[in-house]
């Protein structure tokens, strides 16, 4: 019988994980934006990008992959652009800084881009893009990692899951809000399944003999040491559009590289060629649209609704319930996590645990 979650409030696992951040050396203000990001991806459902994160951000630190302390710089700035050096610190407090400044650009001139550099992982990708929904504006955000997806007709991994988020202002209760990688499913998932000990489903991943590889346990080490790797949105080969896939994958790598004159596909190695450590050098891309440079905001934000609301009401395919529309599954979710509290697997708990154990924090603050 498999072993029930464990539940902690949302309020105390913020607390926890702030705690936790300052302990590993990041400073306090950076620790609560890190922390949001977190507490965001679990409010909304995607465990894997949550506080099951955390102890993975803490081996990185001590392994040198990044920076506890994140001295980021603007090292090009125009009315509508920038370009930002992340100082291979906190992809999530880069990340803000940079969708923050994009908003004002926004704001200003209508339109704001900015293209970071030297960054790390930052968290779920639909983060960024939510901040500017709060402001009335459309907001995107791309980012290239470490390699894990092979090309269309490849074996070898060569692009990163290369997320796409857009997130969009509507008359309801919550944005539209799309995030998803350019991988069939998330490094993250198969980092789960493996927790559980539990095989993925086949055609996500295929090794370097061709064949689709289910066994979960030891696959990150396989995609990292380049002998298995995702394959893209549309699964092997062109019939079923693996191609475009593979496309929009490599139009994210070039949106987190080429503008920001930054590192790309087997670059972002987390060694050297002589197998030592090195920053990952990950790259983001950030784009706010102001909607009053267009069109009034009720209106944009009305049509925005009624499009959403028409295609929840259309016709069911059969055995099928309704039709959903991205970021109201989110929504929902995180109405019933602030009353219920953040579901936690054993295997994650047993991991938080042992975090808090090696960073001498009480767990008193989780409630257990």
């Not at 609560?32 to 993975?56: N, P």
């Not at 400044?101 to 550099?117: D, E, L, S, T």
């Not at 090794?207 to 979960?216: A, N, P, R």
């Not at 995180?334 to 708990?349: L, N, S």
């Amino acid at each position: 019988m498999a072993e029930k979650n464990i539940y902690v409030p949302v309020e105390n696992l913020t607390n926890f994980m702030i705690d936790a951040l300052i302990a590993m050396g990041v400073p306090g203000d950076d620790a609560k934006i890190v922390a949001d990001v977190l507490i965001t991806a679990d409010r909304w459902g995607i465990r894997s990008h949550g506080v099951a994160h955390l102890r993975m951000y803490n081996r990185r630190l001590k392994a040198g992959l990044h920076l506890p302390v994140t001295n980021w710089t603007i090292v090009k700035d125009t009315k509508t652009t920038a370009v930002i050096d992340g100082g291979n610190g906190m992809g999530m407090v880069v990340g803000y800084q940079a969708m923050k400044i994009a908003i004002q650009k926004a704001r200003q001139f209508g339109m704001g881009a900015v293209a970071v550099r030297n960054s790390s992982h930052y968290g779920a990708a639909g983060y960024y893009p939510a901040l500017a929904t709060k402001e009335g504006m459309v907001g995107l955000s791309f980012s290239n990692a470490h390699p894990s997806i092979a090309p269309t007709f490849g074996v070898k991994p060569m692009l990163g899951t290369n997320p796409i988020a857009v997130a969009i202002p509507t008359d309801e209760e919550f944005p539209y809000l799309f995030d998803a990688s350019t991988s069939i499913a998330p490094r993250g998932k198969i980092e789960v399944a493996a927790r559980a000990a539990q095989p993925i489903p086949e055609g996500w991943v295929i090794g370097e003999d061709g064949k689709f590889d289910t066994d979960s346990e030891g696959m990150i080490n396989r995609m990292n040491d380049a002998i298995a790797a995702l394959l893209p949105v549309g699964g092997m080969g062109e019939e079923q559009g693996g191609h475009k896939g593979y496309g929009l994958a490599t139009m994210v790598e070039i949106f987190s590289s080429a503008f920001q004159d930054g590192t790309y596909l087997w670059g972002l190695s987390d060694t050297d060629k002589d197998g030592n450590p090195q920053f990952l050098r990950i790259g983001h891309f950030f784009i706010a649209i102001d909607v009053e440079h267009f069109v009034p905001l009720p209106v944009f934000k009305q049509i925005s609704g009624n499009i959403l609301r028409e295609l929840r009401t259309s016709p069911t395919a059969p055995g099928q319930k309704r039709v959903f529309t991205a970021g109201e599954k989110e929504h929902i979710k995180e109405q019933k996590v602030e009353q219920e509290g953040v579901a936690i697997a054993p295997g994650v708990w047993e991991a938080i645990i042992s975090l808090a154990q090696e960073l001498n924090i009480s767990r008193d603050s989780l409630g257990f």
